[in-house]
């Protein structure tokens, strides 16, 4: 994968590689001399900052995207951590002093606070935590978290006669044959359970790590510091505790009760968890396409009928190579969107395996690109990127604005059928998003805790956010279970989002249900908007309001139960 396209610098020379220090260091000099100017024109100097940190953004990006695409090739591991280790701390003192600088300078106060006000805000705050002795450990982190990666990447399964990554096994979770779906899903766990003690080991490395970083920032713990890091403005750690409760009270029950259908539709007494992706109506695995290219052309045509503007968006990814899209050894797990933000135009990674799932994550991570593309225009690079609570509902709105284009992939009956499995699969990620978010609070609020600890709680977590389907006899798998959640590993407290996008999407998908054009017109114009405005701000303009609490959750559930009864 190589990203292709072409770049508009007003400012840097386009013989200008931020690939070497000196090199990188020298833009710094001279925009430290620009801001020591009395009649320095403030507004042009943040924007040639913003090219300059766009830049160095995209050759970071264009590192870990060729690392992740092939994490079992030594040469870009190297190179990704040449830029890890030797230039991005190197920049961030750098930063510090031009943040320094703006913030200091007499011309400040006549910047508009409407236009600036956000930006400053953050600027701010990344004074205030920006610690010298964090930097060591911060690539200490990342270091830990790419050995997570490569660890996930190599982890393969020799099942029917081939060799096979772990996410090109979930097809057999929707065998109709129930010993073989047992057979699998013991394969895929034995393999993870033999990393286990590597991976605790390095997680147990990565909570030293960070909770050095927030002691030496000022705070108790790192979940506290994390939350002033992460921005998050609008809501508190009291407002996640009440997503919980919600959550517990509202969704669980839903999930269960869902899960008791599905027990009895299967005819099974206890229902284990190689029956929860199996067609309960007799019907054969969905098998959607065969191969990326099919993926690729069908989400195409979903997005088309969504708006012809989205598909002509992805087939600028496609012919740019910048989408890197099935499954295959040597693959860090998961999916993502990044930007090239020098080239604003993103890049897309997936590993897609023929399933139903892979579709879903293709229009989430379409709508994560569409995001990106639609707010390009914007010249300062803090700007074009929302909070992530708000690119979630980019993602998640996609999903929903598309679900009833199906049949691209399908025939009607199984375009109900995949309709369904996603609708419940709404009902199913409030649970898990509020265990791995419970979860992480009580290990960043008890750093210190043993092993043991650790797996108690997240058993205390899974009775009270499970379903109810039992791992009698394979404890192990329920006590590692929470390894397989990259975030936990990689994006530490990133996942809360997930929730909290999932309620404006679904008002979103609510608002389609209502007035098709109007919805989508909101949805487009708030991604347009970017990091623009707060993140409150942004959820109404997509039609949206941001609340974490029971009045939102209740009806938003309510209405996916609703439409389950039609499907």
């Keep these: ?84 280790e030797h230039i991005s701390p190197r920049c961030k003192p750098r930063w510090q002093k031009l943040a320094h600088l703006l913030l200091d300078h007499p011309r400040r106060r006549e910047l508009d606070a409407a236009r600036w006000g956000l930006l400053l805000r953050s600027v701010e705050n990344e004074v205030a935590l920006f610690r010298e002795e964090n930097i060591p450990l911060e690539v200490e982190d990342t270091k830990l978290s790419q050995q997570y990666q490569k660890a996930s990447g190599e982890m393969m399964v020799t099942y029917d006669g081939k060799e096979r990554t772990l996410q090109q096994m979930a097809v057999y979770n929707e065998e109709r044959d129930r010993a073989r779906r047992q057979e699998a899903w013991e394969a895929v766990v034995n393999r993870r359970l033999l990393d286990r003690e590597k991976l605790d080991d390095l997680f147990d490395h990565m909570i030293r790590i960070r909770h050095q970083r927030a002691k030496n920032a000022g705070f108790e713990n790192y979940r506290d510091f994390i939350f002033r890091a992460r921005e998050r403005w609008d809501y508190t750690p009291d407002d996640c505790f009440r997503f919980h409760e919600a959550v517990e ?204 600890q650790r797996t108690e709680k997240w058993r205390e977590l899974r009775k009270r956010f499970g379903g109810i389907d039992s791992y009698a006899g394979y404890d192990a798998a329920l006590d590692a279970m929470w390894h397989r959640q990259p975030h936990i590993f990689c994006s530490p407290f990133y996942y809360i989002e997930y929730g909290i996008a999932q309620l404006g999407a679904l008002q979103v998908w609510a608002n389609r249900k209502r007035n098709r054009q109007d919805a989508i017109r909101n949805y487009s114009a708030a991604l347009r908007l970017g990091g623009t405005k707060p993140l409150p701000e942004l959820f109404l303009a997509a039609g949206a309001h941001f609340d974490l609490s029971e009045k939102t959750i209740r009806p938003a559930i309510e209405g996916v139960i609703e439409e389950l009864a039609t499907v």
């Design 1 to 84: 994968m190589k990203p292709q396209g072409s770049t508009t610098r007003r400012y840097l020379a386009m013989k200008f590689s931020p690939s070497n220090w000196p090199s990188i260091a020298a833009q710094f000099d001279n925009l430290e001399r620009i801001a020591g100017k009395p009649d320095v024109d403030l507004c042009a100097w943040l924007v040639q900052c913003s090219e300059l940190e766009a830049a160095i953004a995209e050759e970071g990006t264009k590192r870990y995207t060729a690392m992740t695409c092939h994490t079992d090739d030594p040469a870009l591991e190297k190179s990704f951590l040449e830029f890890e």
């Design 249 to 452: 009270r509202s969704v669980v029950p839903q999930m269960r009760r869902i899960q008791e259908e599905r027990k009895k539709a299967l005819g099974v007494d206890v229902l284990r968890p190689w029956d929860l992706a199996v067609d309960t109506h007799d019907g054969p695995p969905l098998r959607p396409f065969d191969g990326s290219e099919k993926l690729y052309e069908g989400c195409r045509e979903m997005f088309r009928r969504v708006d012809p503007m989205f598909a002509d968006m992805i087939a600028t990814l496609r012919e740019s190579g910048n989408l890197d899209l099935e499954s295959r050894k040597g693959k860090a797990p998961g999916g993502y969107q990044a930007t090239f933000e020098e080239l604003r135009k993103p890049f897309i990674f997936m590993n897609a395996a023929g399933l139903n799932h892979d579709v879903f994550t293709f229009l989430h991570e379409g709508g994560h690109a569409f995001h990106a593309l639609l707010a390009k225009d914007e010249p300062i690079l803090r700007y074009r990127s929302a909070p992530i609570e708000f690119c979630e509902v980019a993602s998640m709105g996609m999903e929903l604005l598309a679900i009833d284009n199906l049949d691209v992939f399908y025939k009607p009956d199984e375009a109900r059928r995949a309709k369904r499995k996603e609708l419940e699969g709404i009902i199913t990620i409030f649970p898990w998003v509020a265990t791995v978010d419970a979860f992480q609070h009580w290990i960043y609020l008890n750093p210190g805790h043993t092993r043991a």
